[in-house]
Each structure stands twice: as C-alpha cells, then as structure tokens.
C-alpha cells in the first residue's frame, strides 16, 4: 500500500508514529480506515447518503494515497456480491449502503452470514422508502439483525474510525467469522465535520492482523465446497455453528477493546456509553447520535436536581443483555428511545425497546420500561424534547403513567 501523502493531515507526533488531527466527517473516517485497514478490493454504488464514503476513498486512489481493487458496481445486489466471493478468496473487503439500497442487496447479505465471510460493511442509516426521506431511521440496518450480522451503532467520526478496526478485528477473528455492519446515522454523522485522531499506519498494524481465512479459504489448492444446497441433511446444524461463532463474538469484542484500548490510549466500555448513571435515579437508553441532544438535555436537568442518566447501546449484535442489567437494575424506570419502528411488536415500540424490556425481565427487581419512538425520517430530537420525555419517564416510575404503552415524541397533532 502507498503510504499517505504529508497533505492528508498534520502530525501530532514524530514520523511514522503517534496519530494525525483531521476536520473530517463520519463518512470520511471511515473511508480513511479502508486505507489503513490496507482493504484489498471495495465495490461501489452510490447511494445517499452512503455514498460519500466511496467518493473519499476515490480521491484517496486518484492522489496515489491507498491501492486497492475499487470496483464500480451496476447495482447494490451486485455490489455485495463482488465483495462477498472476494472474501471468500481471502481478500480483506469493504462495502456498504443505504435504506433501500441495503434492502435491493438482501440476498446478498443474507448469504454473506450464512457463509462465516466477515465482511465489514458501512450502513448510511437512512428511512425507507416509500414514503421515505434521506433523513436517518435504524429500520434498514435492523432488517440482518436476526441473520448473523454483528451490528453496532457509533456517535461520533471518531468513534466511527475506531470502531471499524475494531469490526475488522474481530469480524476476522477465526473464532468468529461473520460479517459486521457498521450503522453511521445518515448527515448527522455522515456529513457533520469534527475533528478526529486519525492512527498511524503502524498504529494500526499493531493491532489488526492480517486475514487469514486458513482452511477455509477458497483456493484451487484447497478443494472445499462453499455455498453447499444441504437441505435438510445439515442445515440445522450449520445455524448452529452460526449461533456459536455469534456466542464467541462477545467474548472477541471484549479482548479487541482491551486491546485497542491499550494501544490507541482511548477507554471505550465495549459495548455501552454510560453518562451521569452513578446516582441516577431514572435512565434514556439510545443508539448512534441520539446520545448528542440526550447529553445536552441530561446536563440541563442534572442543574435543575434531577437524577437522570443516559445509557448508549454501541453493539446491537451481539446485543449486551447482560451490561444493560447492570446499568439499569438499580433504576426506578428506564424510557428507551428509538429511531426505528417494529408495527406490530408487544407494546407496538421500536426494535431496541423491545429487546430492552426482554433483557431486563429476569431481574429480580426489574425497572418499569417505558418505550419511546422520536426522530424518524432525520427529523431532529431536540433536548427540549428529551427533557419532556424524561418526564414521562419519572411519571412512570411514580405510577402516573401508563409503562405498556409507546409513546411517540414530536410528532404533529
């Protein structure tokens, strides 16, 4: 690989060491870790708003600052495809989409699970269509939730850099195996600017290895059979395999965040953000930028007295079950906010509400769950917004208020 250009930032620290300061977006941080991430072939199709990515890694090849096999695809089902046979050959791969465009590659994605390819792919969260907007919604990311996908949702462009090496890493752990989307709410991140620690390349190398596929890499070599029609005869048996490498994958994440953790100075929680929860009272629970107004709004109500903390959930496969309990036993009522939707579900709330109720009903002592939907379409949750449904949330814990039910925030007469 080439090695970056002295254009691309200024350095923190001496050559060929420490990390590097960029102004850049969440789409352009992840574009720079298909360079140092040294990916070996990239398929694009563009789509909004996903497709900033793959004009930042464009411009990175045309200025000779990252080789790779970029492919231009006629279709985002065929996009996926390129990527899924070339994993299957032992090349580190990226790719990604948006909304329907995730949607028009399903088959594709569905595949690439079932076959233990770990793909590491960028979802631009964005509504469906139709009636649909370019605005973010969760329901396209949400949809291989149940398919072997390992799915997490980042903050901010910083957190979205780190945490693709860090989906690589574990993604390619032979323990593990299965794909990883990486879910960046549509403008908010996408298209925000901030600045952000970009890694040297011997940073990187330091801790993400190279792919090796073993055994099971299709070569002429080393006949084996992929993509096998079992039927009956070893269907059920291959899911299981699959439940297992998803059984591991927590075990993986947390050796890769011990590890990242050390080396790139950061202190991420693996698969939780907590925020003001050491004495509260109550707690919001959200995903991806959801955290920027639920921060603000958190702060304003803690000089005003009231013990409220915010909980946010980074991976959502596989889901912390077990963190959640921790971090939300002790409270009087928990208000989950999602920006997706699931028509039909038990208390008609989004998918992470329900999946929250579930994690915290074994408990001994467990918290009222009042579930929450805000935001979709891209429309912004204002912290006076989350203030008013913090209410709520203490009126429930109270009694005041109906906790099997879903309330929608922001939302015209």
Same mark, same amino acid.
């Given at each position: 690989?080439?090695?970056?250009?002295?254009?691309?930032?200024?350095?923190?620290?001496?050559?060929?060491?420490?990390?590097?300061?960029?102004?850049?977006?969440?789409?352009?941080?992840?574009?720079?870790?298909?360079?140092?991430?040294?990916?070996?072939?990239?398929?694009?199709?563009?789509?909004?708003?996903?497709?900033?990515?793959?004009?930042?890694?464009?411009?990175?090849?045309?200025?000779?600052?990252?080789?790779?096999?970029?492919?231009?695809?006629?279709?985002?089902?065929?996009?996926?495809?390129?990527?899924?046979?070339?994993?299957?050959?032992?090349?580190?791969?990226?790719?990604?989409?948006?909304?329907?465009g995730w949607f028009y590659a399903f088959e594709a994605l569905a595949v690439t699970a079932g076959l233990r390819l770990p793909?590491?792919?960028?979802?631009?969260n964005r509504a469906l269509d139709d009636p649909g907007a370019f605005g973010v919604e969760h329901n396209d990311a949400l949809?291989?939730?149940?398919?072997?996908?390992?799915?997490?949702?980042?903050?901010?462009?910083?957190?979205?850099?780190?945490?693709?090496?860090?989906?690589?890493?574990?993604?390619?752990?032979?323990?593990?195996?299965?794909?990883?989307?990486?879910?960046?709410?549509?403008?908010?991140?996408?298209?925000?600017?901030?600045?952000?620690?970009?890694?040297?390349?011997?940073?990187?190398?330091?801790?993400?290895?190279?792919?090796?596929?073993?055994?099971?890499?299709?070569?002429?070599?080393?006949?084996?059979?992929?993509?096998?029609?079992?039927?009956?005869?070893?269907?059920?048996?291959?899911?299981?395999?699959?439940?297992?490498?998803?059984?591991?994958?927590?075990?993986?994440?947390?050796?890769?965040?011990?590890?990242?953790?050390?080396?790139?100075?950061?202190?991420?929680?693996?698969?939780?953000?907590?925020?003001?929860?050491?004495?509260a009272e109550v707690a919001l629970v959200g995903m991806g930028t959801m955290g920027m107004p639920v921060k603000v709004a958190?702060?304003?109500?803690?000089?005003?007295? +009231?013990? @409220?903390? =915010?909980?946010?959930?980074?991976?959502? %496969?596989?889901?912390? $079950?077990?963190?959640?309990? /921790?971090?939300?036993?002790?409270?009087?009522?928990?208000?989950?906010?999602?920006?997706?939707?699931?028509?039909?579900?038990?208390?008609?709330?989004?998918?992470?509400?329900?999946?929250?109720?579930?994690?915290?009903?074994?408990?001994?002592?467990?918290? +009222?769950? @009042?579930? =929450?939907?805000?935001?979709?379409?891209? %429309?912004?949750?204002? $912290?006076?917004?989350?203030? /008013?449904?913090?209410?709520?949330?203490?009126?429930?814990?109270?009694?005041?208020?109906?906790?099997?039910?879903?309330?929608?925030?922001?939302?015209?007469?």
């Open positions: 690989m080439n090695p970056p250009s002295t254009a691309l930032a200024e350095k923190i620290g001496g050559p060929g060491s420490g990390e590097t300061e960029e102004l850049i977006s969440g789409s352009e941080a992840i574009s720079h870790v298909c360079r140092l991430a040294d990916v070996d072939v990239i398929t694009a199709y563009p789509i909004r708003p996903y497709d900033t990515v793959m004009q930042y890694v464009s411009q990175m090849i045309a200025n000779g600052d990252f080789d790779c096999e970029y492919i231009v695809a006629e279709s985002e089902h065929s996009q996926f495809e390129i990527v899924k046979h070339a994993s299957a050959v032992g090349a580190r791969v990226f790719c990604g989409s948006s909304g329907v793909m590491v792919a960028m979802v631009g949809a291989v939730r149940d398919l072997g996908w390992m799915l997490n949702w980042v903050e901010t462009a910083q957190e979205a850099l780190d945490t693709a090496l860090i989906a690589y890493r574990v993604a390619e752990d032979p323990r593990v195996f299965l794909p990883c989307a990486i879910s960046c709410d549509g403008a908010f991140l996408t298209h925000s600017q901030a600045i952000v620690k970009v890694p040297s390349q011997e940073m990187v190398d330091s801790f993400l290895p190279p792919y090796d596929r073993g055994d099971k890499q299709l070569h002429p070599d080393n006949p084996i059979t992929i993509a096998p029609q079992a039927n009956e005869d070893w269907l059920m048996e291959m899911r299981r395999q699959n439940d297992q490498a998803a059984r591991r994958a927590r075990g993986v994440i947390i050796e890769a965040y011990e590890d990242f953790n050390a080396k790139f100075g950061r202190d991420y929680e693996p698969f939780l953000e907590r925020y003001m929860m050491d004495d958190v702060r304003k109500m803690r000089e005003q007295g +009231k013990k @409220v903390g =915010f909980v946010r959930v980074r991976w959502f %496969r596989p889901f912390p $079950a077990v963190e959640l309990q /921790e971090a939300l036993g002790g409270m009087q009522a928990v208000g989950v906010i999602d920006r997706d939707y699931s028509f039909g579900s038990s208390h008609h709330s989004g998918t992470l509400g329900t999946e929250v109720r579930s994690a915290l009903y074994p408990l001994e002592k467990s918290p +009222k769950v @009042v579930t =929450f939907i805000a935001g979709l379409g891209g %429309r912004e949750v204002t $912290a006076d917004n989350v203030v /008013e449904t913090t209410d709520m949330v203490f009126d429930a814990a109270e009694g005041k208020l109906n906790d099997q039910d879903t309330y929608w925030i922001g939302v015209r007469e």
